[in-house]
């Protein structure tokens, strides 16, 4: 059985960091696309960054040179450093995890796993 457990979220103040983790089990985490989403309230879930089976990874723009995706394999855990925080961040965060190929794709239907989400918000 697949499961994404994510932790870390919290409040914080504009400018300020945190740091998501997402702990999976019951998958080959190594072969995997894995990568972070968020929802706003009232507003689709989108891609923020993905890290695929090869270490390459991809932002939205909206958080380039902000927020870094990382991996630890070893630990079968996927990390969001997220610095220089923005009201506009504020939003669930989601791990997901894909079962196919899909590189560096942020297309929210093609992962197959997700995580409960952990909320991230940020004060002006």
């Known amino acids: 059985q697949v499961q994404l457990v994510e932790s870390g979220g919290g409040s914080v103040q504009a400018g300020g960091s945190l740091t998501l983790s997402c702990a999976a089990s019951g998958l080959t985490y190594r072969t995997y696309s894995m990568a972070w989403f968020r929802q706003a309230p009232g507003k689709q879930r989108e891609g923020v960054a993905v890290?695929?089976?090869?270490?390459?990874?991809r932002y939205v723009d909206s958080v380039k040179g902000r927020f870094t995706i990382s991996k630890d394999n070893a630990k079968n855990t996927l990390y969001l450093q997220m610095n220089s925080l923005k009201p506009e961040d504020t939003a669930m965060y989601y791990c997901a995890a894909s079962t196919s190929q899909v590189g560096l794709t942020l297309v929210v239907g093609l992962y197959d796993y997700w995580g409960q989400g952990t909320q991230v918000t940020v004060s002006s």
């Open positions: 890290v695929d089976s090869g270490a390459r990874t």
